[in-house]
């Protein structure tokens, strides 16, 4: 049988006090919503209508066309949101899958199980549940004497001793599509102005069908996000979820607590990442590297047997064995060749740095490209600006720069050459050339190979 996913999104999160639409709002590196397409699509579900309403524009934007959308322009309740994905769907029969896009820690396996259980339930739907000692103002759903299910009241309408009800409405339902389309339109009114899908609980108890119930395993995966309190008890909780799948996977993280990673990350086996890392974004990371302590890593490919301390990297590729830090800084574009090594205090941008290139202490190189094996003296810098332009430097195989030279761009300097301490190097160097000076001049030529 079809299944399709209704996502709902329309609500403004008036809590949060944003300009930016709730779903937009990121845990682990991406927005609410994307967990939410995540765990339905998880399950082979081709069909996802996210519907949409306040900030619609962006959260089409950011999803782009990966799912279908359907606008509810005012919002008058979650089954008047359902309602608005009838159209998109154009599905008759079948089964339809709702939940919220602000629930991000409910998972895929959980959507399976209310599936599997509907597909088994001769009643029209299925809806998750949950019992937690903190009712976070979730509906409160009514049993009666044989257990059956019978109602979800709102907290609003409830009664002082509903109110007490600790098995809560988690917000995720599955329902038989005909069925659905057909009670939505004849749902009353609540009293506060709103079509409430939850009143199709009530609907179908009235017309003697049962409602079945699955009941979450882990009480965080109903956990919906209403505030920024909310929304960090997530990223908590997500975040825990991450740790725990990259060390179950072969990764030692020395102190969980202190160590940030995305949703997004990759990390190869026998990693080990020390206290106060943040690895974001689409870093990638190879097997049995030693990462931080302080070490933040953005959008980066690091290869195996990598030695990073105290880093800041963001948009850089780091090819096998290197060793770095502490106190490096590796901007867009930087590129480190095996065996690199580079002390403390480098900053690299847009460069390539060959293999067994070694950069010892305080230097920048920007827009150069340097061969293998080629001694970058302290002090070392690129001038590969003029106030104007960016200028490359190019450095071939075996050069040994001298401490404090200037290297000012567009600049050449030859395999084998070298250049004295305190050089400010002005024009192209050939190779096994020995200059020094201000502004740099030929002192002799090194033996090729020295
Ligand atoms: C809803 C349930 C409640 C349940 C809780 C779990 C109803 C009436 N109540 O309450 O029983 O315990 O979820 O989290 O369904 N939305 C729209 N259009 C609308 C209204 C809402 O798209 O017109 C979207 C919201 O953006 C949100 C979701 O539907 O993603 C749930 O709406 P929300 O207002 O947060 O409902 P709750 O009060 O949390
Ligand atoms: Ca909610």
Redesign the pocket.
């Known amino acids: 049988m079809k299944v399709a996913s209704v996502i ?4 403004k ?1 008036t809590r949060m006090r944003s300009d930016l639409p ?1 779903v937009l709002h990121k845990i682990c590196g991406y927005p609410l919503i994307h967990y939410a397409c995540e765990a339905s699509r998880a399950l082979g579900i081709q069909e996802q209508v996210v ?1 949409v ?1 306040h900030g619609s524009q962006q959260v089409q934007a950011y999803l782009g066309d990966q799912v279908l959308y359907a606008l ?1 322009e005012q ?4 089954a ?2 359902v309602l608005a994905a009838r159209e998109m769907l154009a599905m008759d029969e079948g089964l339809i899958l709702v939940t ?4 991000p820690l409910l998972t895929a396996q959980t959507l399976q199980e209310l599936v599997s259980v509907q597909r088994t339930n001769s009643g029209p739907l299925t809806m998750l549940v949950v019992t937690a000692d903190d009712p976070r ?3 409160r759903v009514i049993r009666g004497s044989d257990a059956q299910v019978l109602a ?1 009241v ?1 907290e609003a309408q409830a009664s002082p001793d509903q109110l007490k009800i600790r098995e ?4 995720a339902y599955c329902f038989d599509a005909a069925w659905l389309w057909q009670t939505l339109e004849n749902l009353p009114l609540s009293p506060k102005g ?1 079509y ?3 009143d199709t609980i009530a609907a179908a108890v009235e017309q003697g069908k049962p409602v079945a119930a699955v009941s979450v395993a882990d009480e965080l995966e109903s956990m ?1 996000i ?1 505030t920024r309190i909310h929304l960090a008890e997530a990223e908590a909780a997500m975040q825990q979820r991450i740790l725990n799948q990259l060390m179950l996977a072969g990764v030692t993280i020395i102190n969980p607590p202190s160590t940030y990673i995305e949703a997004s990350v990759r990390i190869g086996q026998d990693t080990i990442i020390y206290p106060n890392t943040f690895l974001r974004g689409e870093t990638q990371i190879g097997k049995n590297c030693e990462i931080g302590p302080n070490t933040i890593a953005t959008d980066c490919k690091i290869g195996n047997q990598c030695k990073i301390l105290a880093a800041v990297m963001e948009k850089a590729i780091v090819e096998d064995s290197v060793d770095m830090g502490p106190f490096v800084r590796l901007r867009k574009g930087a590129h480190l060749g095996e065996h690199v090594h580079m002390g403390n205090f480098g900053e690299v941008k847009d460069s390539y740095l060959g293999e067994g290139t070694k950069m010892g202490h305080f230097s920048y190189i920007g827009n150069a490209t340097i061969g293998k094996n080629v001694n970058i003296g302290a002090g070392t810098i690129t001038c590969n600006y003029d106030g104007q332009h960016k200028h490359a430097t190019i450095i071939g195989d075996n050069v040994f720069i001298g401490s404090d030279t200037m290297l000012v761009a567009p600049l050449t300097i030859g395999k084998n050459a070298s250049t004295g301490a305190g050089a400010v190097v002005t024009h192209d160097v050939r190779e096994g050339e020995v200059v020094v000076g201000v502004p740099a001049k030929a002192l002799r030529k090194k033996n090729i190979g020295e």
């Open positions: 709902l999104a329309a609500g999160g709730k519907v309403g509810q919002q008058l309740g979650t008047h949101a919220s896009g602000d629930m103002g979730f509906g979800v709102e809560l409405n988690a917000g709103e409430y899908l939850t919906g209403n």
